[in-house]
Every structure is written in C-alpha cells, then in structure tokens.
C-alpha cells in the first residue's frame, strides 16, 4: 500500500551535475534536489542559474570528503567519460587502455582530469547508505576490466543492482520523450530489503503491433551480443506476446520539432564570396557520411558540434518539354548549417525556457555532455515509486 507521502519528500544529491539535466528529471517527479557538484565553474554557474533552491560546490568529486555533503535518499552519479566515450569520438593511440573510468590508466594529463572515477560512487555510497544508487554512463563502460570487482564493491555495501540500458528517444514513461537517438546505461542500486524498482512499467515505451494493437513493447537482446548494449545493434523492441515476438517501432519525435527553419543556412559555393575560406576537397567529399532525414530523430548529439542541418529549399518545378533523347534534372539549392547552442539544447529534451551560459562553444560542450531530463525522469520514477511514493498522482497534479 502506497504511503500518504509526497515525492518532496525524497531528497537526492547530483554529483558531477552538468548543466542539470539529471536535477531537471528529478523535479519533474517531485524529488528535491538538495545538493549539485560539479568541477567545472561554468556548469555550477549554469547549474544555480536554473536551480537557485539547490545548493551548489565547485569541486572535484575524487577529492572531496564525502562528508562534506549532505545524507539524501537518493544519490545520483554521473562519473565523466572524458577521452575515450563515444561523446568525443577520439581514437587512442596504439598500446593505451581503452577505458579510465576506474582509474586503470592516465595516458596524459587530459586523462588525469577526468575528475571522478567509478570507484566514488562506493565510496560516498558506503558514508551515506543511500536507499537508492543511480550510476548514469555511456554502453561501454560495461567493458571496462574492473566492472565486476566495482559491481562487488556495492554489493558488499549491502545493494542489489539492475542495469538499465536506454534510448532517449524511447523515454517516455512520464512525459516526452527527447527527438534524439541516445544510448545510455543506468546502473541502478537499491537497499537489499528494499523493494526493487517496477523499471518494466516506466521505461518500456508503447507501439503498436499490427497483430495486437498498442502494446508496451519489450526488449529482446540479441543472444551472442556485445557486453555494452545499444537500441538496434544489440537489441530490439518487440511485442511482448510468446506467440508474436513481432519487432515493433515507437512513435518518435524527429529533429525538425526542434529545429529553427527561420536561420538560413549558406550554399557551399557562397563561401567565398562572403569572405569565407573555401572547404577543401577532402572536406566536401565526405564518402562515408551519412545524412538523416529531419523527420527522424537527432544522431547522438556531442560536444564537439559537429551537428549540422541541410535545407533543400522546395520550389515548384518549372514546365518542361522533353524530347526523347533529352533527359532533364532540376537541381534545387541546398543550405548548410550547423545545429545553434538552442537547438541542441532543445534536442537534448532542455525546455525552450532553460538558461545555458557561456560562449557558443562551451554551450555546445555542455549540452552534449548533459542527461536528458526525460531519461532521467523517467528512471528516478521507477525508483522513488518503489520506496512507497505514489509518483503517478505527483505527475497528475502536475500536468
């Protein structure tokens, strides 16, 4: 039986904060977010701009006394996946490890910055016994050597664990879902003795089977897979019927719902008589890129901003007459642009309203390394529902 309590009731900390898009799903259910740490001056100053009733700390979290902090029910950890994630597609060089989320290996002094290491979350987890643990990453930390020694390490503090793997695009649980396809994994603990998290009725997203209707779809892992998995490589959706097992496809929300049509872009052979430099030849020749239609969901979004928008302005088509041995193509102009700091943030599930500070690059950097609220949202349900809070009533009185 659900306790008469009220979601304000549970209190969380986000480590390694960002630019608070963890904090932003935790307030839409209801949960107070007393604490936000961060490294980086900009993201805090970010970070307090929108969330003023948090208290804030410019620290790094591999440093910091855990006691500095205040106890909460939850405590939410975001531990940075600075050289090597998928988030900055760099390459190592030959010889270097391939992951340092657990301190395995600093090639350089970049690496040495990455500022927290998985090895917090147990140290902080064994001073404030948290009920409920949230670890949120890339897939491939999966792959890292000292995964299941750090898995060890929770359990012996007395937690059970389920891995969570999900699309942004597909979390819908409590809200909108982000028009961007975005492979995370959500490492989810909670007290042995505690209820575990009902995950399957906040983040199985619905579609419809042609044979059984709108159904809540379920995943299906392919049985020789990766470790790390990711939507469409490693798994698929599908109808949850034995009989069935059809694949199915949520609706999703495309990037153009997010786009500002108003910026024009410019043709490439307009550069130089703007006073741009001209791309080179290898630059315009990009064989093995690929474009997504608007319509679809934005590619993973990164700090990089290399996120760009292609407009093929559509003009009706003249009347031509064609003889037989003519053959005619109308070419129509196509505009080039990259994606601005507001579109990424919209992409990134950010509501219009919210502030992110600094110069175009450093909103890029902070957006493409930020949660998705809605992702967030959606997995912090699951887990304040299972510690006896009646999160769904929360969400009525809130729409």
């Known amino acids: 039986m659900l306790m008469q309590r009220t979601t304000s009731d549970v209190t969380m900390s986000d480590y390694y904060c960002g630019a608070g898009g963890s904090t932003t799903g935790a307030i839409g259910v209801g949960v107070r977010v007393v604490m936000a740490v961060n490294h980086w001056p900009l993201a805090i100053e970010t970070h307090n701009t929108n969330h003023p009733e948090t208290d804030h700390d410019k620290a790094d979290i591999n440093k910091a006394d855990p006691a500095r902090y205040p106890r909460t029910t939850i405590g939410w950890f975001s531990p940075e996946c600075t050289y090597w994630s998928q988030a900055r597609g760099e390459k190592l060089p030959d010889g270097q490890l391939a992951w340092d989320f657990f301190g395995d290996s600093l090639p350089n002094e970049a690496a040495d910055r990455s500022r927290m290491g998985m090895w917090d979350v147990p140290r902080f987890t064994a001073h404030h016994g948290y009920e409920i ?37 597909h979390a819908a649980g409590a809200g909108p879902a982000a028009p961007q396809s975005r492979d995370r994994v959500y490492i989810v603990f909670w007290k042995s003795g ?15 089977c042609p044979e059984h209707g709108l159904i809540r779809s379920a995943q299906v892992f392919k049985p020789k897979g990766s470790p790390m998995k990711t939507y469409g490589a490693q798994y698929t959706l599908r109808c949850p019927e034995i009989s069935c097992n059809t694949e199915v496809f949520p609706a999703v929300a495309g990037a153009d719902t997010i786009i500002d049509w108003s910026k024009r872009g410019i043709r490439i052979g307009d550069r130089k008589s703007l006073g741009m430099e001209e791309l080179a030849e290898k630059t315009m020749l990009r064989t093995g890129w690929q474009t997504t239609s608007a319509h679809e969901p934005l590619r993973t979004l990164t700090t990089g ?35 601005e700091p507001d579109e990424i943030k919209r992409g990134m599930a950010f509501s219009s309203a919210y502030v992110l500070l600094g110069n175009k690059r450093e909103q890029v950097r902070m957006a493409g390394n930020a949660v998705t609220p809605n992702a967030a949202r959606d997995i912090i349900a699951a887990c304040v529902e299972s510690l006896g809070y009646d999160v769904r009533s929360t969400l009525a009185l809130a729409a």
């Open 133 to 169: 643990v949230i670890v949120e990453n890339v897939p491939r930390v999966v792959k890292g050597v000292q995964w299941a020694s750090w898995l060890r390490a929770m359990h012996d503090l007395n937690y059970l664990h389920e891995v969570i793997w999900l699309n942004s695009m």
């Open 194 to 208: 505690n209820r575990r998290p009902d995950f399957d009725s906040w983040i199985r997203p619905e579609a419809v």
């Open 305 to 339: 901003g290399h996120q760009s928008l292609i407009d093929a302005q559509q003009v009706p088509a003249a009347e031509l007459t064609l003889t037989d041995d003519e053959i005619w193509q109308l070419v129509y102009d196509a505009e080039f642009r990259m994606l």
